[in-house]
């Protein structure tokens, strides 16, 4: 597609449910990144896809959370059971791989309640 | 995480006037920098990229600064406007790796 794309853009969901979001990246983007931000404040690393590479789960939060890249392009953020703290906005970028600008999708607004 | 939970930094600027927002980076080694902009309810844009082999580059009313030295980067921009008001992250890659983001700042533009 012409960009980054991210569904739903809002989901409310109750605590304790799990959630899927969906990060369909730019076609050929061989790096796909999660981000989480909460209101008012920076973006923080969640996982990094990079090809066939395993990927960089070094900033997932405990293990509720967990992320899966099917067939190099479309991405899953999966949170299980989730917790009133999960709620933020979930950022997907994609690049085209070493060195080169990272695109963002509008994020999903998750919020818990 | 590898970005911190802070409330964000607030700069604000008279337009008209010229704008400078700052970030420390955090690894020497990084060789590619990116500033975005954020506006609210957005996904961050691109602004403008140097790499390690500079130490500035200009774009459209827009200045990134690099000094390897103390490891900072800065962002200037010229004749300030409303619409640059945003949040302001800039970003560092290592060879080719992930993304590291700054804390951010936001920019206010006062009428």
């Known amino acids: 597609g012409a960009g980054v794309s991210q569904s739903p853009s809002n989901k409310v969901t109750e605590k304790g449910k799990d959630v899927e979001l969906r990060c369909d990246p730019i076609s050929g983007h061989t790096a796909l990144y999660w981000y989480r931000q909460s209101l008012g404040q920076g973006l923080e690393f969640l996982i990094y896809?990079?090809?066939?590479?395993?990927?960089?789960k070094s900033g997932l939060p405990s293990d509720r959370f967990s992320a899966e890249r099917t067939g190099g392009s479309v991405s899953t953020l999966t949170i299980q059971r989730t917790q009133q703290e999960d709620s933020a906005v979930y950022l997907c970028a994609s690049s085209a791989g070493g060195a080169a600008e990272a695109f963002f999708g509008q994020g999903t607004r998750l919020t818990v309640v | 995480g590898e970005s911190v939970g802070l409330h964000l930094p607030t700069l604000s600027v008279q337009e008209g006037d010229n704008s400078i927002i700052n970030c420390a980076y955090s690894?020497?080694?990084?060789?590619?920098f990116i500033w975005y902009k954020q506006e609210s309810g957005k996904g961050p844009q691109f602004i403008i990229d140097?790499?390690?082999?500079?130490d500035k580059r200009q774009g459209q009313r827009v200045t990134v600064l690099l000094n390897k030295t103390v490891k900072h980067l800065s962002l200037q921009i010229a004749a300030t406007q409303p619409g640059d008001s945003a949040v302001y992250f800039c970003?560092?890659?290592?060879?080719?790796?992930?993304?590291?983001f700054g804390t951010g700042t936001r920019l206010k533009v006062l009428a």
């Open positions: 690894n020497s080694a990084s060789d590619y």
């Open positions: 970003a560092e890659n290592t060879a080719g790796y992930k993304y590291i």
């Open positions: 140097i790499r390690s082999n500079m």
């Open positions: 896809f990079q090809g066939n590479s395993a990927p960089d």
